[in-house]
């Protein structure tokens, strides 16, 4: 599993106009070609009455999976410098269909190659980049006698509180980067002289928004 990576926060769409010529960017994530493929044809069907839908996607951890389609465009003005954006944001498993409704003003080669790319970066920037971190939920269980002090570390420290369970003993569930939960653990026994229980809980991805580029 991959300890960090981008991607589209979730499926959206994005519309610029350009010399009268509409381009609506339809983004969403895709984990396999087959997911980014079918995406493309839903999208497709549902504008079938346009000038274009242009495609492009990046998927796999490797990101070995990349493909571009003009759809009628001229040859490298819409599908390349769609995927050129997607790779220059770093995103993985997005795939990106632009549809075009021809407005009448030819755009010419250069016009084109800067209007499907800048859809593109507009609609990633409209619906969102998130960076998923792959994350240890780490259940710390400790004596009231204690609270006050941990969640005053845990709440300076560069770890996320998830949750708080008030019973006859507190347990904190907290958010901590995988691979450090040795570094955690040793780290909270210090803290209480040996005092929590700690034990790991489940492995899952943490999301955190990406400013606009």
């Known amino acids: 599993m991959r300890k960090s990576y981008f ?3 979730q499926y959206g769409e994005h519309e610029i106009v350009i010399q009268k010529s509409r381009f609506i960017a339809y983004i969403d994530r895709a984990e396999t070609e087959e997911e980014a493929q ?9 504008n079938w009455n346009a000038t274009h839908n242009c495609s492009a ?6 990101d070995q999976y990349q493909k571009a389609n003009d ?3 001229p040859s490298g003005t819409a599908g390349v410098p769609m995927l050129e954006v997607l ?3 770093e995103v993985k498993d997005t795939v990106v269909v632009v549809t075009r409704y021809f407005g009448g003003i030819k755009l010419g080669a250069g016009g084109l190659i800067r209007a499907y790319g800048r859809a593109v970066s507009e609609g990633l920037n409209a619906i969102g980049v998130v960076e998923r971190r792959l994350t240890r939920i780490m259940h710390t269980q400790i004596d009231y006698t204690w609270l006050g002090k941990v969640e005053n570390e845990l709440r300076s420290s560069r770890y996320d509180i998830k949750d708080m369970h008030y019973a006859d003993n507190v347990i904190i569930e907290t958010y901590v980067p995988a691979g450090e939960e040795e570094a955690f653990t040793n780290w909270m026994t ?5 005092q929590a229980k700690i034990w790991e809980g489940d492995i899952l991805y943490l999301e955190i928004d990406v400013p606009p580029k």
């Open 190 to 194: 210090d803290l209480t002289n040996g």
């Open 71 to 73: 759809d009628g465009e």
């Open 57 to 62: 996607y990046i998927v796999g951890e490797h």
């Open 87 to 89: 790779k220059k944001r």
């Open 38 to 46: 079918a995406f493309i044809e839903k999208i497709k069907k549902m």
């Open 7 to 9: 991607t589209v926060k």
